[in-house]
């Protein structure tokens, strides 16, 4: 009578544990199709491996609309800890600038390519030379500055007494501007053959300068401005986060770089990596069904003796 109110449980047992460690390999095994002749095999491949696109796809869902949307990743890049880091490299920067005996251009080869910073160095200097030299192109102020050095020669004349007052009246606005508008034009033609030379040159000579101080010296010059200049970099990182993280977050399509991850693991590497996230759950489901099998066996063997 013992040993037959055993068996029922025991046998429950085993059956719940057998039956839930097949279902859960039945999620991954086989990792492929298995045919009889022409016909597949029922519940082949396995579900994961079945699915696996849409899982991909729903991941990868899940991830940029749920864990990194951009109100996430975006109260994280302006969080307090993340400004404050940011803006404290300033005054870390600043310290080891100050301690440093090399130049800028130093410093620069040491971090990088020297072709490389010789290269931006040029092309910097002439892109800010001919954006210099189209706005000053643009802006025709040759007639402007005739205008005001032919009234400011008149005034002091006429303050003066050299000239008569007769003759002051003929230099009046009709004169003025007869006058200004051919010497701007020359002054304008001047401008636009030759502040872009002029330019280039101040600008070379003063990233030159700049190149060939010592980090120190621009440290201890500009020390003083550090808060300003923390200031500035917060404002700049805040409003560039602000502005222009839904478009990175557009281009970058978090979404569809997880499901290409996914989908690039083979199907054993899927299985590893689920497995080893869902170890413990997947262990626990198979205890709980045969924990079930046993309650049901031996419920079912209670009930037996009962009604024997």
Known sequence: MNIQFLIGPVIGLIIGYVTNNIAIKMLFRPLKPVYIGKRRVPFTPGLIPKEKERIAKTIGGVVSTELLDNDTINKTLLSDGIISGITGLVEKLFNKMKLSEKTVREELYQKLDKDLVDNMTEKAEEDIAALIHAKLSKFNFGTEISKKVIVNIRNQYIEKGRIKAAFAKLVDDNMINSLAEPIGKTID????????????????????RIMDTKTSEIAERYWHSIPKIKSAVQSVYIRTVKNDLPKVMEKLNIAKIVEDKINGYNIKEFEDLLFSIMKKELNAIIWLGALLGFVMGFLNAFISIIFS
């Open 189 to 208: 033609k001047m401008v636009s053959e030759n502040s872009e030379a002029i330019v280039g040159d101040l600008i070379k000579n003063e990233t030159g």
